[in-house]
């Protein structure tokens, strides 16, 4: 029996739900949620959509996942773990239900599961480290299969599939630092006169990144500006890897020079970086070394910062001058009252009254 695989779903819609249409579907899909995030991550997108974790040697974790069916008839969904790469900036998900070590050590139960039309069921994924595991980080895909049943004469089956990937790293500590720097942008021309720029990006700490992010452009021909254009998603680095993120910009845009400013993400982490590049008729202009930028909050933040400890620290000196010449004053009340009293005693021992 012939196997094809018609989709393997690791793009995640923004609401967080992956979804993969079966071949009998008409309409409707098979979707997979993550219901589960991390005290420590709850401000992450990443950990709100894949399973990203730093786990321990020996340690077990616990997600839970929603299984969903909107077509208008009852589907029969498989639930399992399997292998993934990263590769040339892609995250790939094994074919079929190849393994590797993080795969082996991800169950899911149940196993399978029959969803009713327009309803959801859940599962739980465990995640059990051997004691002795190797450190470092490892991918997997989580998936949720439907298979049609064999096309009359032709023993085909077909395979939909839709997937949360698994982001794990393995080791004592804390989880590994993720950075990365922008080394360069290149503006491109296509053929067919569509602008691109390309954002040079090297992946220089310890954990794999998903990159999106928005690029302005300002100071153009005229003092034209434009943007923000949003980077295309589906860039992953692998620890160490170098790879370019594509912006796709309007198709009227001028030739420039331009001053690029690029902000790029990869879950709660940020860098921003600028550079001056010019289109091309055609092809691509050399690279242009970006210079990195801070957030364009921080200096104006730093400053008030100042002018507040500035005013602060005057009002205290003021408040402690005016404290010290008021208990001087006191003081001295008390001396003359004294010295008063006492010239008065002695005026009325030399000049008894009549």
Known sequence: MLVVFALIALVVAPAGMATAAPRQATTGSIGLRLLDVPVDAGNDPRAQIYIVDHLALGAVI??????????????????YAAAATIEDGTFLGAAGHTQ????????????????????????????????????????????????????????????????????????PGGAPAPDFTIDSLTAIRSPDGQPTVLATVRNTGGRALDMSGTLQLAAGPGGLSAGPFTATLGTTLAIGDTEGVTFVLDKQLPAGPWDARITLLSGLLAHSAHATITFPIAGASPPVPAMSTRAGWLYPAAAAIVVLLSLSVAALIHTRKRRLAARRDRLRGRSDQTRGAGQWTRTWGKNPAP
């Open 62 to 79: 616990h997600r839970r996942i929603e299984v969903s069916n909107t077509t208008a008839s009852p589907v029969h969904v498989i639930v």
């Open 100 to 171: 590797n070590d993080l795969s082996t050590w991800t169950s899911v139960y149940p196993d399978s599961v029959d969803v009713a039309a327009k309803s959801s069921e859940l599962a739980l994924v465990s995640i059990t480290v051997p004691a002795d595991a190797a450190p470092g980080e490892q991918y997997g895909v989580v998936w949720a299969e439907v298979r049609s049943a064999p096309a009359t004469g032709s023993g085909i089956v077909q395979v939909s599939r839709v997937g949360i990937r698994l982001y794990v790293s393995v080791g």
